[in-house]
């Protein structure tokens, strides 16, 4: 039974188009970045993925202000979802959250990716606090309860387990759907292998 399976397709709209300046003010870049970061739209204008990611890294270690570092992982994640690179995907959706400057319409959703990612690495610790920061943040989708149930069913925490699913269940009806039984069985399971009368 997969539960919780999104797309990493959707993750930002930042995603979806040339990293752009998201902020009500420009973006402060010195000059120094700028003569760092200059090679960079060059390859990515030319869609030459690898020497784009390449030329990210390269400018780097001058990426030292947050909104530098906003700047120059918005074109790692732009690249790395058009490669379908999940280390590169995450590397930049945790820096732009350090950065303190993601919309905050946005924040639950980066850190329920950054959840995604984690538990595709089994790093179920990191997950379990990127999910949990993903509620904090109102982001409150069947998406997030399922990969919740799923983690803690990985670390056999059933009564966490039970607790996200009915939340997932309770969601769903929300919109006017049936959950389907699937999630029960899924639950039912769950309870039982837990000795959850």
Known sequence: LALGSVSMAAVPAQ???????????PLKLSKEFREAAGPIDKVYKAQDWPATMTAIDAAEPAAKTPDEIYTLNQYRLDVGTKTQNPAAQEKAITAMLGTGLLP????????????KFASDRKDYAKAETEYAAAAAANYATTDLYLSQAKIYADTCKYPQVLTTLEKAIQTEEATGKKAPEDWYKFGFGQAYKGKLN
């Open 15 to 25: 995603a979806e188009k040339k990293p752009k300046e998201t902020k009500a003010e």
């Open 104 to 115: 905050a319409a946005d924040i639950g959703k980066y850190h329920f990716f950054a959840g």
